[in-house]
């Protein structure tokens, strides 16, 4: 069963960074697409940094680029999102996903993301 766990959400101050983590089980990670998402209340759910199987070119909407960096460790089972220069807009609860698709990485990350195994999603607020 494919499980993914996230963790380090929390409540920082504008200009301040975290790191989310999400540790994957239950499939072979380097198989599957893996990809940062978010929804603030009232707001669409948002592809922020996708990753495709096989490539290292990730995927980050415009709202994040230069701030927020992905990257994944196979030894760990584990992908990372790497938040800088947190802004309050950045507000959220942030969810990862995975899925075996050999979609790009922009398309992962899109209104028609093919991703179907989801986290329970982490909180991260960020003070004015």
């Known amino acids: 069963e494919v499980q993914l766990v996230e963790s380090g959400g929390g409540l920082v101050q504008a200009g301040g960074s975290l790191r989310l983590s999400c540790v994957a089980s239950?499939?072979?990670?380097?198989?599957?697409?893996i990809g940062w998402f978010r929804q603030a209340p009232g707001k669409e759910r948002e592809g922020v940094s996708c990753?495709?199987?096989?490539?290292?070119?990730?995927y980050y909407a415009d709202s994040v680029k230069g701030r927020f960096t992905i990257s994944r460790d196979s030894a760990k089972n584990t992908v990372y999102l790497q938040m800088n220069s947190l802004k309050p807009e950045d507000t959220a609860v942030y969810y990862c996903?995975?899925?075996?698709?050999?979609?790009?990485?922009?398309?992962?990350?899109?209104?028609?993301?093919?991703?179907?195994?989801w986290g329970q999603g982490t909180q991260v607020t960020v003070s004015t």
């Open positions: 996903a995975t899925d075996p698709s050999y979609a790009s990485s922009s398309y992962l990350c899109g209104p028609n993301s093919p991703f179907r195994s």
């Open positions: 239950g499939f072979t990670f380097d198989d599957y697409a």
């Open positions: 990753i495709m199987i096989g490539r290292n070119s990730p």
